[in-house]
T-cell receptor, first 117, second 114 residues
């Protein structure tokens, strides 16, 4: 079974530029998550999708971050414009259960390491 | 709201020694608790989880953790460390009550010396 795929693996941009990350979850997984992991901290949830609908985006900085999951499969996370404090690893995860199945295992991709100069 | 505290950002052990990584949680309702491991430049992998069944939970790679409600703890242990255990370990909590998301601790880096 293929795991969660993410691209690119690394990205370096100047502040105020825009950037986009792509995630392909495990086949059949209805729930998809984007996390931000700043160096020295644990992952912080940015947004959670159930199929192609948003379940939780309470911690997404909506003035600069956006995410979509068209057709309930792949997802993209965009930052526009980027700030220095956005430097982090962006992790995508998926799970087979619905959003109310909080005990379900989340499977993580390798992440995209973003550096904003 | 729920939160997790991991004591010690770094833990060093010798190969063959006991591994003990500490995790305390705060939760207003019964929690689900998880330990994840992250190897360099990789995503997180689930080691084990507590979902209100047995309080002693066994996971992969010889790790186990015990849920202690009275101490609000979920410490991770392994009797004998191996060099391949060197990684960062994250404790996480979600609520055993309908919709809930994972809240992670800050992580503990395990260093294993020969």
């Amino acid at each position: 079974e293929a795991g969660v795929a993410q691209s690119p693996r690394y990205k370096i941009i100047e502040k105020r530029q825009s950037v986009a990350f792509w995630c392909n979850p495990i086949s059949g997984h209805a729930t998809l998550y984007w996390y931000q992991q700043i160096l020295g901290q644990g992952p912080k949830l940015l947004i959670q999708f159930q199929n192609n609908g948003v379940v939780d985006d309470s911690q997404l900085p909506k003035d600069r971050f956006s995410a979509e999951r068209l057709k309930g499969v792949d997802s993209t996370l965009k930052i526009q414009p980027a700030k220095l404090e956005d430097s982090a690893v962006y992790l995508c995860a998926s799970s087979s259960g619905g959003p109310w199945s909080s005990y379900n295992e989340q499977f993580f991709g390798p992440g995209t390491r973003l550096t904003v100069l | 709201a729920q939160s997790v505290t991991q004591l010690g950002s770094h833990v060093s052990v010798s190969e063959g020694a006991l591994v003990l990584l500490r995790c305390n949680y705060s939760s207003s309702v019964p929690p689900y608790l998880f330990w994840y491991v992250q190897y360099p430049n990789q995503g997180l992998q689930l080691l084990l989880k507590y979902t209100s069944a047995a309080t002693l939970v066994k996971g992969i790679n010889g790790f186990e953790a015990e849920f202690k409600k009275s101490e609000t703890s979920f410490h991770l242990t392994k009797p004998s460390a191996h060099m391949s255990d060197a990684a960062e370990y994250f404790c996480a909590v979600s609520l055993n009550s309908g919709y809930s998301t994972l809240t992670f601790g800050k992580g503990t880096m395990l260093l294993v010396s020969p």
